[in-house]
């Protein structure tokens, strides 16, 4: 089970953090992974999904080398700040690039699914969706957001043999946290919210993205696996 051999996988927000433990990991078991990032990305794949049509221009240049197979949707921005001090430009470029822009970027990348009659899509969610941060409310929506995109594509992308499905993690280990987490006070109150009593890793999100975006996986479809050691229990 679990081998990628002759498939094309693009990951978005493949250069740190989840996005990159399952890029290797695809890569590991054979697929021929496309790697998306702003620092550490193959060749033309370095754009900005928070600029307009940057998804737009990604689908071309993944589909550039042949067909995409997998997507794996993990670039994600999260800006903290009280919502009433958060700036409307800084709300929209959350949304862009943490939903907007997959959107865009699976318009160009589903039809050769559809050709094909074969695709998976696995979106990074977050336990946010459910649990939203105080101070991050754009990024929180946004992921509310992509939960709902998530179940709409799945029920229309079924017939053509195309699964779409979400991870929601919940406090992962990440160059986006590593400050935050840096704060024993504020660890120790995060622990004594998880009884599982550790801080995720990225691997931790790794063989349920495997399962999911596996050729195995075809009768799986609209679903949320959460990671997060019980944290919404």
Same mark, same amino acid.
């Given at each position: 089970?679990?081998?990628?051999?002759?498939?094309?996988?693009?990951?978005?927000?493949?250069?740190?953090?989840?996005?990159?433990?399952?890029?290797?990991?695809?890569?590991?078991?054979?697929?021929?992974?496309? =790697?998306?990032?702003? #620092?550490? $990305?193959?060749? /033309?794949?370095?754009? !900005?999904?928070? *600029?307009?049509? +940057?998804? =737009?221009?990604?689908? #071309?240049? $993944?589909?550039? /080398?042949?067909?995409? !197979?997998?997507? *794996?949707?993990? +670039?994600?921005?999260?800006?903290?700040?009280?919502?009433?001090?958060?700036?409307?430009? !800084?709300?929209?470029?959350?949304?862009?690039?943490?939903?907007?822009?997959?959107?865009?970027?699976?318009?160009?990348?589903?039809?050769?699914?559809?050709?094909?009659?074969?695709?998976?899509?696995?979106?990074?969610?977050?336990?946010?969706?459910?649990?939203?941060?105080?101070?991050?409310?754009?990024?929180?929506?946004?992921?509310?957001?992509?939960?709902?995109?998530?179940?709409?594509?799945?029920?229309?992308?079924?017939?053509?043999?195309?699964?779409?499905?979400?991870?929601?993690?919940?406090?992962?280990?990440?160059?986006?946290?590593?400050?935050?987490?840096?704060?024993?006070?504020?660890?120790?109150?995060?622990?004594?919210?998880?009884?599982?009593?550790?801080?995720?890793?990225?691997?931790?999100?790794?063989?349920?993205?495997?399962?999911?975006?596996?050729?195995?996986?075809?009768?799986?479809?609209?679903?949320?696996?959460?990671?997060?050691?019980?944290?919404?229990?």
């Amino acid at each position: 089970m679990f081998d990628f051999t002759g498939l094309r996988a693009l990951v978005t927000g493949a250069t740190s953090g989840i996005g990159a433990a399952i890029a290797s990991a695809l890569e590991e078991r054979g697929a021929v992974v496309l =790697r998306h990032g702003l #620092e550490g $990305a193959d060749p /033309g794949l370095d754009l !900005d999904l928070g *600029v307009p049509d +940057a998804a =737009r221009r990604l689908a #071309e240049r $993944a589909l550039a /080398g042949g067909p995409v !197979d997998v997507v *794996v949707l993990s +670039a994600s921005l999260q800006i903290r700040s009280p919502w009433r001090e958060l700036s409307a430009d !800084d709300f929209d470029r959350q949304l862009r690039v943490n939903l907007t822009s997959g959107v865009e970027l699976l318009k160009g990348l589903v039809p050769g699914m559809q050709e094909r009659g074969f695709g998976r899509i696995v979106a990074i969610g977050s336990v946010q969706q459910v649990r939203p941060h105080p101070d991050m409310i754009a990024y929180a929506a946004s992921k509310a957001a992509l939960a709902n995109v998530t179940q709409n594509l799945a029920r229309q992308l079924a017939p053509a043999g195309i699964t779409v499905n979400a991870l929601s993690p919940g406090v992962v280990r990440t160059p986006r946290n590593t400050e935050a987490l840096a704060d024993e006070a504020y660890l120790k109150t995060v622990l004594g919210g998880i009884p599982a009593g550790r801080i995720g890793d990225p691997a931790d999100c790794v063989a349920a993205a495997l399962l999911l975006c596996s050729r195995e996986a075809g009768y799986i479809t609209g679903q949320d696996i959460t990671i997060d050691g019980g944290m919404t229990l």
